[in-house]
């Protein structure tokens, strides 16, 4: 005998998968514990864009050595840049219930303050869903491959009291139909 509760559950559920604009309040991944990827194949292809952005702060020397290009393990923007891209090409491997999708351009741009390295990542593509996540991503693992070129000009006693990343969130989202 089924449980009309549980079978009105798994419909209310299935309601949600099936449409998940129809409800902008509700969790479109998980219900109920089950997590399920959303379904995206009835929407058509779009143009998108999402521009996201952080910061690591950093000693002022630290800082002054990446302009220098005078850090041990190499240059250090010229790397987090490779790190920025690969983490947006894959990033549908590491977040669970992402998309693969069709990256049509990345771009990354640094700037350098006295005591800081800011990272912009811009994500293009075409298709069904946004990109917002791989922008993310583009940031956070640029910002860390730098933290772990300079790790050694930033350790203090064993510790890095000034190094922290920051302020990571997407600055703007575009769709295109």
Same mark, same amino acid.
């Given at each position: 005998?089924?449980?009309?509760?549980?079978?009105?559950?798994?419909?209310?559920?299935?309601?949600?998968? $099936?449409?998940?604009? *129809?409800?902008?309040?509700?969790?479109?991944? =998980?219900?109920?514990?089950?997590?399920?990827?959303?379904?995206?194949?009835?929407?058509?292809?779009?143009?998108?864009?999402?521009?996201?952005?952080?910061?690591?702060?950093?000693?002022?020397?630290? =800082?002054?050595?990446?302009? *220098?290009?005078?850090?041990?393990?190499?240059? =250090?923007?010229? @790397?987090?840049?490779?790190? *920025?891209?690969?983490?947006?090409?894959?990033?549908?491997?590491?977040?669970?219930?992402?998309?693969?999708?069709?990256?049509?351009?990345?771009?990354?741009?640094?700037?350098?303050?006295?005591?800081?390295?800011?990272?912009?990542?811009?994500?293009?593509? @075409?298709?069904?869903?946004?990109?917002?996540?791989?922008?993310?991503?583009?940031?956070?693992?640029?910002?860390?491959?730098?933290? $772990?070129?300079?790790?050694?000009?930033?350790?203090?006693?064993?510790?890095?009291?000034?190094?922290?990343?920051?302020?990571?969130?997407?600055?703007?989202?575009?769709?295109?139909?």
């Amino acid at each position: 005998m089924t449980d009309t509760t549980d079978e009105k559950d798994s419909e209310t559920a299935q309601s949600r998968r $099936d449409d998940p604009e *129809a409800d902008p309040d509700s969790l479109t991944h =998980v219900d109920d514990g089950d997590a399920q990827m959303v379904d995206v194949g009835d929407k058509p292809d779009s143009r998108r864009r999402a521009v996201a952005r952080g910061r690591l702060c950093l000693q002022p020397s630290t =800082v002054t050595a990446i302009r *220098a290009d005078a850090v041990e393990k190499g240059d =250090v923007l010229a @790397t987090a840049r490779v790190g *920025a891209i690969r983490a947006v090409k894959h990033t549908w491997e590491t977040i669970p219930m992402c998309h693969q999708i069709p990256v049509t351009n990345v771009e990354t741009g640094f700037d350098l303050d006295t005591d800081r390295v800011t990272l912009t990542v811009t994500v293009e593509t @075409t298709g069904k869903t946004g990109c917002e996540m791989e922008a993310l991503e583009g940031v956070t693992t640029g910002l860390n491959v730098v933290w $772990d070129m300079v790790k050694a000009a930033e350790k203090v006693d064993g510790a890095y009291p000034d190094t922290r990343i920051e302020d990571v969130r997407v600055v703007e989202k575009r769709v295109e139909r």
